[in-house]
């Protein structure tokens, strides 16, 4: 198919001092497709949308603008929304849209609607409404406690009714998955239509606030429930999304027992803390990067300084790994807009919140989610400069084909 290769010779400028300028050719093979994008997103959740829904409405539009806006913004496709578990609203807590047990796994459920969930209902309309985003997951950090073993929605413990999961007040696995189908009708009747639902976040992760522990067996056993649960619904349009380990290595060892949920998985998730996005996972499933970020660093606007953590250049380069390297079709950071001094977001809300600051790293995010648009196919390359992560593009809509060359921060469009 050599009639499908072309060949680009570029003048290619050069990102950080130490790469001098120079010539070179890239070509780009168009017989050879890998996977299909479905956007770049970030997420707004445990109260951060209401930090943004406490500015004054200028700077409301203009963190909205910073990050869905495909002209002046990062133009991001994807919002990744938390499903409450907690029993209240206290600090940075998730409310649960049923707090308190019905009585038992049986029991007629006491569902409660606050028509806000911390924000996140506004953000989502928004991004829906105003700028078109057509992608959103929701995902629960934990069951609410007292469907778990532990009975209590933090500090880890299982979903009571997956294999080893064995309680007194019974199997919830059943009111788990209509609980999250409730959500999702509460979104449906405000207009935002969630396509991705996940109900496990870092499972093999305890700690002080919701989480909930799932082997890979133990996810499967819920998936069978789910899925059924959401075909009657009507929800058959929604993809399951699993299961956000809090590494790329651990993932795939989850997916060692989900075999047999193959055909029931939409998207295989997965964070990169504990291990980054550098090999495919073994799945046939679309396979997304839904957490990932500088938790700790200082505060920094910095696109290269010294290769630190919070970086744009870097995280420029993260991404491209991930799309290349580990086949990811979507890659989100952890937070968007919030306020507070370390890099664990996009953009941050000054101290006296009067300004919006943005860092390049919202700009690496934008680089991509403005010119790789959800729908587009990753095709072949080769050549280019040495050390330079190169990738490319075929946009099919309209017959135009999109190419992309992204640590050059070079786009071209043909
Ligand atoms: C996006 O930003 C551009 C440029 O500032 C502005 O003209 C446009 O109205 C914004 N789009 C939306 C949907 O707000
Ligand atoms: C699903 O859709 C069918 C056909 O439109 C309808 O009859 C049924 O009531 C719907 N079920 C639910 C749970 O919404
Ligand atoms: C990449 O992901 C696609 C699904 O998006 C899958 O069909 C394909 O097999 C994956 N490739 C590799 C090398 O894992
Ligand atoms: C890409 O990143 C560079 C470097 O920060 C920035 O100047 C440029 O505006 C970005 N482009 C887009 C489309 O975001």
Redesign the pocket.
């Known amino acids: 198919m050599a009639h499908l290769a072309f060949l680009i010779a570029l003048a290619v400028p050069s990102l950080c001092s130490f790469i001098p300028r120079q010539a070179s050719t890239i070509t780009v093979d168009l017989s050879k497709t890998?996977?299909?994008m479905d956007g770049f997103g970030t997420s707004e959740t445990f109260q951060r949308a209401n930090q943004i829904h406490a500015l004054s409405p200028e700077l409301q539009r203009y963190a909205l603008d910073l990050l869905f806006n495909q002209t002046s913004g990062a133009g991001l496709s994807i919002l990744r929304n938390g499903i409450g578990s907690s029993p209240d609203s206290s600090s940075d807590h998730m409310v649960s849209i049923q707090p308190k047990s019905p009585g038992g796994p049986s029991a007629t459920p006491k569902y409660v609607w606050d028509g806000n969930d911390n924000s996140q209902v506004w953000v989502s309309t928004e991004a829906a409404k105003t700028y078109g985003v057509t992608t959103f997951y929701a995902d629960a950090w934990s069951a609410p406690g007292y469907m778990k073993t532990n009975n209590n929605d933090a500090n880890g413990g299982s979903l009571c009714g997956v294999s080893g999961a064995t309680c007194a007040s019974g199997d919830w696995r059943q009111a788990y998955a209509d609980y999250l189908v409730q959500y999702m009708s509460y979104y449906k009747s405000v207009g935002v239509d969630i396509t991705h639902v996940g109900f496990l976040n870092e499972p093999d992760l305890t700690t002080s606030y919701a989480s909930m522990r799932s082997s890979g067996q133990q996810a499967a056993d819920f998936i069978k429930v789910l899925r059924p649960t959401l075909d009657r619904a009507n929800m058959t349009g929604v993809k399951i999304a699993c299961c956000d380990a809090e590494g790329w290595s651990s993932q795939g060892s989850m997916l060692g027992a989900m075999g047999s949920v193959e055909g029931m998985l939409g998207v295989v998730t997965a964070h990169s803390y504990t291990s980054q996005p550098t090999t495919?996972l073994s799945t046939?499933?679309?396979?997304w990067q839904t957490e990932a970020a500088d938790l700790q660093g200082a505060w920094t606007t910095s696109w290269y300084t010294n290769s630190g953590a919070g970086e744009g250049l870097l995280w420029a380069q993260k991404i491209s790994d991930a799309v290349v390297h580990a086949?990811c079709?979507a890659y989100l950071y952890w937070i968007g807009v919030q306020s507070g001094a370390t890099n664990s977001k996009l953009v941050r809300i000054s101290d006296d919140k009067k300004s919006l600051i943005s860092s390049k790293r919202l700009w690496a995010m934008a680089n991509w989610s403005r010119g790789v648009r959800p729908g587009d196919v990753r095709v072949g390359t080769s050549g280019g400069p040495q050390g330079g992560r190169v990738s490319a593009f075929w946009r099919k809509e309209g017959g135009r084909r999109g190419l992309r060359i992204t640590s050059m921060m070079l786009r071209m469009w043909m």
């Not at 046939?284 to 396979?287: D, E, F, L, N």
Request: overall charge positive.
């Open positions: 890998y996977q299909t495919p046939k499933s679309r396979v086949n079709s």
